[in-house]
């Protein structure tokens, strides 16, 4: 696994340098390899699809407008995840507003039936979108993005210390949430 991450981290390196260089097709492999996640992670915090297109592109706009202030010795993903949680937090702020998480939550339920898994998706989307964006960010990256405490440290820029913190705060209020739910 470090391996794999080891090679990806200088793929990426590759594709900022050439990119620097002037070879803008290398924008498309790097593009290629984050818009999906970039997309998920700003859906999860926004739960609006066209909130998280718009936070997506903006994202991909501001990294090669700032690509020059990359710094390699750091993991690329980790800077574009920073910028996508910082952009979706700044959206949340503009719409000041939450509303209901639609259908493109994917939590797998085995063995329930449609509508029942359909129901505790829309549950579990209401309980995330109850907490706070500092909250949210944390589980989405932990739950839906599968990072380890040190990378969501990395991405949020805290100390490990808070990400457990803040993790266990929202799995409390999440837990909370869903049994006054019924869940």
């Known amino acids: 696994m470090i391996e794999a991450h080891a090679a990806a981290d200088e793929q990426d390196r590759a594709l900022v340098t050439r990119f620097l260089e002037g070879h803008r097709d290398a924008a498309n ?3 290629d390899r984050y818009h999906q996640r970039v997309f998920n992670v700003a859906l999860r915090m926004l739960d609006n699809v066209q909130d998280a297109e718009d936070v997506t592109q903006n994202v991909f706009l501001k990294a090669f407008l700032k690509l020059r202030t990359y710094d390699p010795r750091y993991r690329f993903f980790s800077w574009i995840y920073r910028m996508t949680v910082n952009e979706a937090l700044n959206s949340l702020k503009r719409r000041k507003r939450t509303v209901p998480l639609e ?3 994917d939590v797998r339920a085995p063995g329930l039936a449609a509508d029942r898994a359909a129901e505790l998706q829309d549950r579990l989307g209401k309980a995330l979108m109850s ?4 909250d949210r960010a944390v589980v989405v990256l932990r739950h839906f993005v599968s990072f380890s405490y040190r990378e969501i440290a990395e991405v949020l820029e805290i100390p490990v210390k808070t990400v457990k913190s803040r993790l266990f705060t929202a799995r409390e209020r999440l837990s909370l949430t869903l049994r006054g739910q019924g869940a």
């Open 131 to 134: 907490l706070k964006p500092d």
């Open 103 to 105: 259908d493109e939550l």
């Open 29 to 31: 492999g790097l593009v």
